[in-house]
């Protein structure tokens, strides 16, 4: 298995193992009905999201809508109330954004928030 798959699926097992968590919280991303009506485009473009190293980001539920701000050349963007810079490795500049609104993909791990992926609002 190679890194990238390693990450992969690091990145899917921890949202899943957050998904069955007993404490209801809005930090993690869970597919509880609220994406049924989601259009097939989006849908699609959720799943096909990958980071500029080849990773996929995960799925719908794992996707963050966010806020974000630009600082001295960076992206930075609010988790759990804490402003963050993403990582140049997780900002994805190309294939659009057909949300409309920036997403951002992470997982907590070991208590650390990993950022895996990053489209800004206007996609580029």
Not at 22 to 27: C, E, I, R
Not at 79 to 88: A, C
Not at 105 to 124: E, L, M, Q, R, T
Request: glycine residues 10%.
């Amino acid at each position: 298995m190679t890194p990238r798959m390693r990450l992969a699926l690091l990145c899917c097992t921890v949202s899943l193992a957050a998904s069955v968590s007993t404490a209801p919280t809005s930090s993690y991303a869970v597919d509880r009905g609220q994406f049924e009506n989601v259009p097939d485009n989006i849908r699609s473009w959720f799943r096909s999201v990958r980071s500029p190293t080849g990773v996929p980001c995960c799925d719908i539920s794992d996707g963050h809508r966010t806020d974000y701000d630009v600082r001295g050349g960076n992206y930075w963007v609010p988790i759990d109330g804490e402003w963050m810079q993403v990582p140049d490795r997780a900002i994805i500049r190309e294939g659009g954004n057909p949300v409309g609104e920036a997403v951002v993909w992470y997982v907590k791990h070991g208590g650390n928030v990993i950022i895996s992926c990053f489209v800004p609002a206007d996609g580029a």
